[in-house]
Structures are given as C-alpha cells and as structure tokens.
C-alpha cells in the first residue's frame, strides 16, 4: 500500500478528514520533535489516503498500535455510505 490507490478498487483514496484521536496525541508526548513529524504524518497519510511508507522502528511500533483505530473508523465510514436499516414495514 504505498501509493494512494485502494488495492481492492484500484481507486484513489482521499477520505477529507479522519478522527485524531486524544489517545494519539497523548502516546507522542515523549517522543523527539522529528519523531512527532514522522508518527504524525504516517497517521496522517495512512487516515486520508491509506498510504503508508517504511518508518524507524519506533515510530513503527507506535503506528501499529494505532492502525487498527484508523481502519475501523474507515470500515465503519464505507458501511454508513451503503445506508441504515431498511424501515420497518408496518401492517
């Protein structure tokens, strides 16, 4: 997944926006400011455009953690898009 198409659709990928959440932030407070740089922009181009690129260890360890959080959120974004619940039909 290192470029900025979709393997199952072979389509772009640009999601406008992802969920940062506080959990992410807090998990970068000890980390160098080249550190922030990279752990942002991976979470970042992996939760607009599920890119990824090779990281130093560290940061890759951190990312892992927060991958799972990022591809439910973009699970649950391609499920609301085929709509809800059919209304119930009423006698």
Excluded at 16 to 25: A, G, H, R
């Amino acid at each position: 997944m290192n470029d900025y198409h979709n393997q199952e659709k072979d389509e772009v990928v640009n999601h406008n926006s992802f969920v940062f959440y506080e959990s992410f932030y807090i998990a970068m407070k000890s980390l160098t400011l080249e550190e922030k740089k990279e752990y942002i922009s991976s979470i970042c181009n992996y939760g607009l455009y599920e890119k990824t690129f090779e990281l130093s260890p560290k940061i890759e360890g951190m990312f892992q953690l927060v991958k799972p959080q990022i591809d439910a959120n973009i699970k649950k974004r391609k499920n609301g898009k085929k709509g809800g619940r059919p209304p119930n039909e009423k006698p």
